[in-house]
């Protein structure tokens, strides 16, 4: 099984979404093993999108991403990064398909709700900087064998 790290961000807290969010992924039948609200400390910000430092919008990014609580979680599943990444739909929530998260709820770029691991190596990464592993929990779900063969 993989694991992915996924956050609702300020927008999606402020917004009321915390719930259809989970919901969502719920539904899909994947796993919550490890979950927290929590402000972000802006040196864990800046570890977290350390990759986009030289972007011209990382420093609103860092801002944005430190001005209200999110939602960190970390989801297990088979293909979970390639199915949530789908689930939440691409960047731009402008282009972004309808039954998305971004697509349906989504505004603009710098407020699309939701990050999602975009590989298994980073969602390695992502778990490790956000979470202790004594947070995350291993736990059997009785639907198991009705979503997998």
Do not use: C
Not at 112 to 128: C, F, K, P, V, Y
């Amino acid at each position: 099984m993989e694991r992915t790290f996924i956050m609702i961000k300020p927008d999606g807290v402020n917004r009321g979404l915390v719930g259809e969010i989970i919901r969502r992924f719920e539904h899909k039948g994947f796993k919550l093993v490890g979950m927290k609200m929590m402000s972000v400390p802006r040196e864990l910000a800046e570890k977290h999108y350390d990759a986009l430092r030289e972007r011209s919008f990382f420093p609103g990014l860092i801002e944005f991403i430190t001005s209200a609580p999110v939602i960190a979680m970390v989801w297990e599943g088979e293909n979970i990064v390639t199915f949530s990444r789908k689930l939440i739909g691409v960047t731009d929530p402008g282009t972004a398909d309808p039954g998305t998260i971004r697509g349906d709820y989504g505004m603009t770029m710098g407020r699309n709700l939701i990050h999602g691991s975009d590989a298994i190596e980073t969602a390695q990464r992502e778990i490790h900087l956000w979470f202790n592993e004594e947070d995350l929990v291993d736990w059997h779900a009785v639907n198991h064998p009705w979503l997998y063969e």
